[in-house]
């Protein structure tokens, strides 16, 4: 948007942007005292909040060296200790530095390939619900194709097409998971478009640029933000998935990259849970979080789909 | 395996057991449970019948390509073909040396041109008819004028003149160049009276037609693609019947799932592929009734380094670090490599340092550096080699050299491979101390920028024959490719005058003493210019189940490995262990389509059936009120 | 497969248009489905839809062609697998395998062939690659079938029971349960699945075997058993992360059904609850579930590559990501054919049928 800094700051005035600003800021506290109900999404969000700080402090929790393979403090493969508390790997790091590192590769991706799945979505679905006529039937016919594509074997493809790095991933999973939402978005367009005041918008002369920029875009947000969430938890999975398979960068400690060395150094013919149970289940765990908070974001969204609270 | 371990017999009380099993697990899925909180008896690891038959089951990892002797490339399909197939010659257990196989004496001619074999009489195919010279004769020959026929082993008659079967029992060959290697053509003879009716070789698969004719110690029997190859003793074969009487191997698509067969008792054996893991083969160790085989590995793991990439003409190609071309640099990046620490570490004892280029299993070739000529870890005279070659570090500890390119360099690592991925850590770091970048690049499919000469360092490793011609001639001038970025026999496109003349002169001299002498000189020159430098020998480690199998040969006798072997000797000699007898009732028969509708529809009808039932009896209570 | 199932939570149906903010599929196409009463708008809906899956089929089919020529890799390299090949060897083997030919050619070669179910000849294995196909379909089919008809009547279940009692303690248990499974990695789901149930930990005994279809060893009735001994996990893995979405669906669709006056009727004509539910809910609800279930019949085809990668299984993705290592291109490419056209056929079947189920919609 193009609202100044200097404005944001100063008291609603008669502006018709300020007036706007308040509209929208007032909503969101709506939004929020709703979300508030549903407790689901509040855990969910809660989980995330840990998450994410454990994240952001890894540096400082468990040291940067803790990646190093010449310096690893522990045996090999050790089980469970005081020391260790989930053990160590087969070059005798502790896991639990590992896996507190791999948080910050398994959000990024996941953050990352979301957003430019819900971007190139969100773009597509605009576009397309705005722009009637031949280019909303062929994107639309692109779409369509698309969702009936496997995500997984198409991912699995476009990583083995590419060399493998984070980024791969990323692209992979950004470009096989945006179909779903460019629907969504489309429809909201279209609900939005058919209001009268998009009619007197155009009748005083918004451009296409404006239309989409200022009266539909701010109305699909919400929406954009609910499929955001959902995606995110698709794409930790993929990732997990694509790095099990050996399609990521080897090099980086991901959760599903852990889970592939634990397999390749012999976890589970040695019955070695320990090293193969954190991993899954940090996946699982955050997968789920997101889950719930789109889930309650969506009920709050359409109160009708009956989410149990 | 021993089917008395098997899960799946004819007693009626396992038979109720699967199926409580399976039903109980139904009934936990139905109740919303992941697993079954009350377990129940475990799956019967013991059943023993009438007729007394015994399987040795084998765990591999590793699908089979083709089960054709003319297009079969991976070591489980080569491997079968030895136990299908006589060869011409075979290795003696003990100390690989070549010894009769279908023939049994072969001389050479004066001018070392012409070859002559004899044939034995008492070789009989599993259709009746005797083994002969003619069989071999076509059989090369089909080789020399087939294209299709020479996809595996064309290689072995690349030098063949001419071959002929001058009677049953005398097979001549005739020869463009001496060559040093004929005890060792290791090339499956077929029965030319089944072959000949094949039209096109390069599309027959030989898994039609059961059992397949051969003269081998088994036959095969039986072939599903994925999940098993079946093989039957050869109570005919003139060496001895094998004593057990089916040979299984049973295809895993991951080795930790195989190892996990093996624990269970689902197999009696497993391979590495190529090894176990430390972890594995530590936790088989514990483990009741398994024997864990270490033996001394027949492969090298080498760090290749890129010596600028040029055809057979010397155009070149590629984009290797010209950093590399200087010898200086090359002994200084193996000379920070701390082999021990990947011994102790990655191999976790299961490998030993390396030296010369094969491995110390072939005492005859194993050759030694000396003391002045060992490239030993010393990270403060690689620094110093690394000044000396002009590439000092700079303000931010990177070495840069005279023309401001840093010291960066790419490795090419195998991604199925956890030993490159492990060793990749390690020398980043340990570069890293020296200012020198490292990326490893790991892929499924190197040899695209193999071929193409784009990349600087590489980890290489060939599995070496007792005859270690091919090895050797991987690094000759000859086997540059013609053309830039084609596929050649060139490992890693080194061309040294030195060495091919030594090369030369080895595969021209027939006495085996002199021979081996050129052979070490030739290792001595490849470990001086750097470019192959054999960090460790890994060991083959594999396992077995020592209530299955009694006792197995391995090869060399003394220590050796089982799996793999130049030779039908681990499985034609394996001795079933005492009471591992068994039914197991013979070929499979029936429609497996149908099978497995029959299946579908059964597991199916009893998860659904009960699922109703539950949901219906319900019902009709709460109507009945 | 989880990885995969994820998107369909907030994807509906796919091929029906979404116009619930991400709402599991609404019930039916109502854009689309036909509101005209005649047979003949029928047909000329079902013609429609069934041109409309020929389009996506070329399209998967040109897309097969193009994105795996991307792969690095020169197959015949691939093919003699760094042997001594004399130049003329390599040009004779290019021709063979029609690599020698521009790339349209080639394009044009391969969709003609295809069109006869003609595929090529595999790179790796110098067989059919419809053979190779057809040796895996079988496999797979029976492990994803057997869990398809598992958790669809699992989710439909304890679907009808959530939504019935929406809001209880009940209710959000199951939800919550399922959504949890479904929010696992199907391959970590398996491989400590096969610890514990198959190794054995601690007093867990080995109760399942370890990977594969059968030990190869029986016959007869027998091998049925030995087979579905074999299934067990497998299955039981499939059906942990997938039931999660018939079970929201039906769920969903059932609540929306629960508003209906006719309910309220029925009720007050003073038939049981259960009674209610069993004659004239679930029926109604069950329409928008069947869509949804062709859809889960063509992905989970697919979706299966991970399970049979972690259980030997010798289907068809085991096959898929062994091809793509060589890269054997013939075989990826009919792989990635069949694994979108099961989707392609699926949804259209959903689209077809749909119409002659719902009497509402009515014909």
């Known amino acids: 948007m193009t609202v100044t800094t200097d404005k944001a700051a100063s008291p609603p005035t008669d502006s018709p942007r300020a007036l706007a600003r308040a509209r929208r800021r007032q909503a969101a506290l709506r939004f929020w005292r709703q979300y508030r109900t549903h407790r689901a999404g509040l855990v969910g969000l809660a989980v995330l909040a840990v998450i994410a700080l454990l994240a952001l402090t890894a540096p400082l929790l468990v040291g940067a060296d803790s990646q190093s393979v010449t310096n690893a403090p522990g045996g090999p493969m050790e089980a469970p200790s005081g020391e260790f508390p989930l053990g160590t ?56 194709w698309f969702l009936v594509m496997p995500t997984l074997v198409l991912a699995i493809a476009l990583a083995t097409v590419l060399s493998r790095s984070i980024w791969t991933t990323i692209l992979a999973i950004g470009v096989t998971t945006w179909p779903t939402t460019a629907r969504l978005v489309r429809a909201q367009t279209l609900s939005v478009e058919s209001r009268p005041y998009i009619e007197r918008s155009r009748a ?14 701010p109305n699909v947000m919400p929406l954009v933000l609910a499929q955001t969430t959902l995606v995110i938890s698709t794409a930790i999975l993929t990732e997990a998935t694509l790095a099990f398979l050996g399609l990521s960068d080897p090099t980086i400690v991901s959760w599903g990259g852990l889970l592939q060395d634990a397999r390749e150094a012999g976890a589970v013919s040695s019955g070695n849970w320990w090293y193969l149970a954190p991993p899954g289940l940090a996946i699982a765990v955050v997968a789920l979080a997101f889950t719930l908070c789109g889930r309650a974001i969506e009920s709050v969204l359409n109160p009708k789909l009956g989410v149990s609270r | 395996m021993v089917t008395r371990v098997s899960p799946h017999t004819l007693r009626p009380g396992s038979r109720l057991r699967t199926l409580l099993a399976s039903g109980a697990t139904a009934l936990a899925l139905t109740a919303g449970a992941v697993v079954p909180g009350n377990p129940l008896a475990p799956a019967p690891s013991e059943a023993r019948a009438d007729d007394g038959r015994t399987t040795l089951t084998v765990a591999v990892a590793q699908s089979v390509d083709s089960l054709s002797p003319f297009l079969a490339q991976r070591l489980l399909s080569t491997s079968i073909h030895r136990l299908m197939y006589d ?123 059961f059992p397949v004719v051969g003269n081998g110690p088994f036959i095969l029997t039986d072939y599903k693609v994925d999940s098993f190859v079946k093989l039957k003793a050869n109570k005919d074969f003139w060496r001895g019947s094998p004593k057990f009487d089916e040979l299984v191997f049973r295809y895993y698509k991951d080795q930790d799932a195989a190892v996990a067969a093996l624990r269970k008792g689902e197999v009696s054996f497993v391979a590495g592929s190529p090894s176990l893991t430390p972890a594995q083969s530590a936790s088989l160790e514990n483990a009741p009734d398994i024997k864990v085989n270490d033996a001394p590995g027949r492969r090298f793991f080498a760090l290749a380094v890129n010596p600028g990439a040029r055809t057979k003409d010397g155009k070149k190609f590629g984009d290797g670090h010209p950093a590399l071309l200087d010898q200086k640099v090359r002994h200084a990046l193996f000379m920070a490599v701390d082999r021990k620490t990947i011994i102790d570490k990655v191999f976790q004892g299961h490998a030993v340092e390396g030296e010369g280029y094969i491995p110390p299993r072939f005492s005859d070739y194993f050759w030694k550096p000396s003391d002045g000529q060992k490239l030993a870890y010393d990270p403060a005279k690689a620094s110093a080699l690394l000044d000396e070659a002009g590439y000092r570090k700079n303000s931010a500890g990177k070495r840069v050299g005279k023309d401001g390119r840093p010291l960066d360099f790419r490795i090419l690592c195998h991604a199925t ?52 011609d091919f090895v ?154 | ?172 248990t199951n ?11 199907s391959f970590w789901l398996g491989l400590l699945l096969i610890i514990t149930l198959s ?18 060893s029986t016959t007869g009735f027998d091998r049925v058993l030995d087979i579905a001994h074999h299934m067990v996990l497998p299955v039981i893995t499939l059906v942990a992360v997938e039931y999660a979405r018939t079970l929201l669906v039906m769920r969903s669709s059932l609540l929306d059904e629960m508003g209906s006056d006719y309910l309220t009727t029925a009720r007050a004509k003073g038939l049981r609850d259960d009674l209610v539910r069993r004659k004239h809910a679930v029926p109604n609800a069950m329409l928008p579930t069947v869509t949804l279930l062709f859809v889960n019949l063509g992905t989970t085809v697919a979706g299966a590559i991970l399970v049979e990668t972690v259980f030997s299984w010798p289907g068809l993705g085991g096959l898929f990501y062994q091809a793509l290592s060589v890269p054997d291109l013939p075989l990826v490419q009919a792989l990635f054919f069949v694994f979108a056209s099961a989707v392609i056929l699926m949804n259209t079947l959903a689209d077809v049928i749909y119409p002659l189920l719902d009497p509402r919609v009515g014909r």
């Open chain 1, 89 to 144: 790997d087969q070059f005798g790091r502790s896991l639990l530095a590992l896996m507190l590192w791999g948080t910050r590769v398994s959000l990024t991706v996941g953050l990352l390939a979301a957003f430019l799945s819900v971007a190139i979505g969100t773009l597509i679905g605009i576009t397309a619900g705005h722009f009637k006529g031949w280019y909303a039937t062929v994107i639309m016919r692109v779409t369509d």
């Open chain 1, 204 to 217: 005083l002369g918004g451009g296409h640029g404006h239309i989409m920029s200022r009266h539909v875009l």
């Open chain 2, 87 to 209: 060869y011409l010659t075979n290795y003696d257990a003990k100390d690989n040396k070549a010894i009769p196989g279908l023939a049994t004496a072969w001389e050479p001619s004066a001018d070392k041109l012409t070859w002559t074999y004899t044939i034995r009489p008492d070789s009989q195919w599993s259709d009746g008819q005797q083994a002969t010279a003619e069989d071999a004769a076509w059989t090369f020959n089909k080789m020399m004028t087939d294209e299709g026929a020479a996809t595996s082993n064309g290689s072995f008659v690349s030098n063949f003149e001419k071959v002929t079967a001058t009677g049953k029992d005398k097979l001549v060959i005739q020869l463009k160049e001496p060559q040093a290697t004929m005890a060792a053509l290791d090339v499956p003879i077929v029965p030319r009276h089944v072959w000949e009716k094949v039209e096109d070789f390069s599309k027959f698969n030989n898994d039609k037609d």
């Open chain 2, 417 to 468: 491979d956890p030993n490159d991925k492990a060793i990749g850590k390690y020398l980043q770091e340990w570069w890293g101390e020296q200012g020198i970048g490292l990326k490893v690049d790991c892929l499924d499919n190197v040899s695209d920028p193999w071929y193409a000469g784009e990349y600087d360092l590489a980890f290489d490793g060939w599995s070496v024959n007792p005859d270690p």
């Open chain 2, 472 to 625: 050797l001639s991987i690094h000759t001038c000859a086997a540059l490719p013609s053309k830039a970025k084609e596929s050649a026999a060139t490992d890693n496109f080194i061309c040294d005058k030195q060495y091919d003349e030594l090369y030369k002169k080895q595969l021209a001299e027939y006495d085996p003493a002199k021979r081996a002498d050129l052979v070490r000189q030739l290792e001595s020159r490849l470990y001086d210019t750097g470019y192959m430098n054999v960090m460790a020998y890994p060991n083959a480690v594999e396992a077995y189940r020592t209530d299955h199998i009694e006792s197995i040969t391995t090869m060399p006798a003394a220590a050796g490995n089982i799996y793999g072997q130049d030779g039908y000797w681990s499985w034609w000699s394996a001795v079933p262990a005492a009471g591992a007898s068994s039914s197991s009732s013979s070929d499979s028969g029936g429609s497996s389509t149908g099978v497995l509708i029959g299946v579908g529809i059964a597991v199916v009808v009893l998860a659904g059936g009960g699922l109703l039932f539950a949901m219906r009896r319900r019902s009709t209570a709460e109507d009945r009120e």
């Open chain 3, 1 to 172: 497969m989880s990885s995969e199932s994820t998107p369909a939570l907030v994807k509906g149906a796919a091929g029906v248009e979404s116009t619930a903010s991400g709402g599991p599929a609404p019930a039916g196409p109502p854009t689309r489905s036909p509101r005209s009463r005649s047979t003949a708008a029928y047909l000329r809906y079902a013609a429609g839809k069934l041109a409309g899956a020929a389009v996506s089929l070329f399209a998967v089919l040109v897309t097969s062609f193009f994105l795996f020529r991307l792969i690095p890799g020169d197959p015949v390299k691939q093919m003699t697998g760094g042997r001594q090949v004399s130049t003329e060897q390599i040009a004779a083997m290019r021709r063979e395998f029609g690599l020698d030919l521009p790339l349209w050619q080639q394009f044009t070669q391969y969709c003609g062939k295809a069109l006869t179910g003609d595929f090529g000849t595999s790179y790796q294995f110098r067989a059919p690659v419809i053979d190779k196909i057809g040796e895996a379909l079988p496999a797979t089919l029976l492990l994803t079938g057997t869990a398809f008809v598992i958790y669809t009547l699992l989710g439909i279940w304890l679907g009808a029971r959530s939504a019935w009692r929406n809001g209880s303690a009940g209710d959000r």
């Open chain 3, 175 to 185: 939800t919550a349960f399922a959504l949890t499974l479904y929010s696992v990695p």
């Open chain 3, 199 to 216: 190794v054995g930990i601690g007093p867990i005994p080995g109760l399942f075997p370890t990977g594969g279809m059968e030990s190869g």
